[in-house]
């Protein structure tokens, strides 16, 4: 099952619901976009999903996978195993604890130091494979095969992408007159659960790639899914080789704008949320806010193309909100080591 639906997102908040931590919501105030002589008259807000459990969004994937195959009787003595850049193996070792249950764990050798720890922390057994998260997927099903255990995926499933779309929910219920969201595009989960129920609220959605692994924007320039090359500063969260179907059908379907940003503005973006507002979170949540920090404009290479859809779903570099814009970025993870954050005097 590829697809995804309103109600698949308004069933996980039904089972999600108590378990996870509420969306807080900040306004962006005096936020330095870098970017002189642009229109700064839009209202800024910003989602502080890093927040959540675990540290990242994906406790609410993972929290509505493990429900619904307990609920179905999948969740056996083999526990749960999953493939992850560290963020969604994290939050499925703490799910798979609130159940009861055990995780065992994949993750590329690269993965940062201070995920490995965390996850060990939560109980989950781990193991380090090849230097890309694709390796790491390879080695988790065979063990699944194997063992037994349940398999989960980091993102391309509709009931972790549906747990995802449950921070949409959230948000439009605080700001019910708001006009687009922001999200950071790994995989595409993500993206897959928020579009879907912004869709259902008439809210527009960025998706913000690494121009370095920009699975989503191939995509949609190809028609179809293609592998990329995975190089950025955020690729540990969200260097995917390849964006899901639901994540493709989502942005082909609702208000989807696709945009890239370079590393430089994801770094100086993660740099001026700790200035300004002593927030550390990693690059992939960076990625989102660098967005509005990046002159908007056409990407290099051929429009998203005949299935490519209309202009406004052709992958560009940057967004720039409207006079009067309600906008809010989701941060949506805090799991990072942040030593290399510079402290600046005054």
């Known amino acids: 099952m590829s697809e995804l639906s309103h109600a698949d997102v308004l069933a996980a908040r039904e089972r999600v619901i108590g378990s996870v931590r509420p969306v807080t919501l900040t306004r962006g105030d005096g936020l330095d976009l870098g970017l002189a002589g642009t229109e700064t008259d839009h209202e800024l807000w910003l989602a502080l999903e890093f927040m959540q459990f675990t540290g990242s969004f994906k406790a609410r994937g993972a929290l509505n996978f493990l429900l619904a195959n307990q609920q179905a009787g999948r969740l056996g003595e083999a526990g749960v195993t999953i493939a992850s850049g560290g963020n969604a193996g994290l939050a499925c070792a703490w799910a798979a604890g609130q159940l009861g249950s055990h995780a065992t764990v994949f993750l590329p050798q690269t993965a940062p130091q201070v995920k490995v720890a965390r996850l060990r922390g939560y109980g989950a057994q781990v193991r380090l494979v090849g230097s890309e998260y694709a390796e790491a997927l390879a080695a988790c099903q065979d063990f699944a095969e194997r063992s037994g255990a349940l398999a989960s995926h980091a993102y391309d499933d509709p009931l972790i992408a549906a747990g995802a779309g449950t921070l949409m929910e959230e948000i439009h219920a605080a700001l019910p007159e708001l006009d687009t969201v922001v999200v950071a595009v ?35 320039r190809a028609g179809h899914p293609v592998d990329v090359p995975v190089e950025s500063i955020a690729a540990d969260s969200l260097g995917a080789r390849r964006a899901t179907v639901m994540a493709i059908q989502a942005a082909r379907q609702g208000d989807v ?90």
């Open 186 to 220: 790994g995989g595409g989960g993500l993206l897959a659960g928020v579009a879907t129920a912004a869709a259902s609220h008439g809210v527009r959605v960025v998706a913000v790639e690494p121009e370095g692994c920009a699975a989503l924007a191939a995509a949609l």
């Open 257 to 346: 704008v696709s945009v890239l940003v370079p590393d430089a503005a994801i770094i100086a973006a993660r740099q001026q949320l700790w200035d300004s507002r002593r927030l550390v979170v990693e690059h992939g949540a960076a990625t989102a806010l660098a967005a509005l920090r990046v002159s908007a404009g056409p990407a290099e290479g051929p429009p998203a193309g005949p299935a490519e859809g209309p202009p406004g779903k052709r992958p560009g570099y940057g967004y720039r909100p409207a006079p009067g814009e309600r906008v809010a970025v989701v941060l949506c993870g805090a799991n990072t080591d942040p030593s290399d954050l510079v402290e600046r005097p005054g």
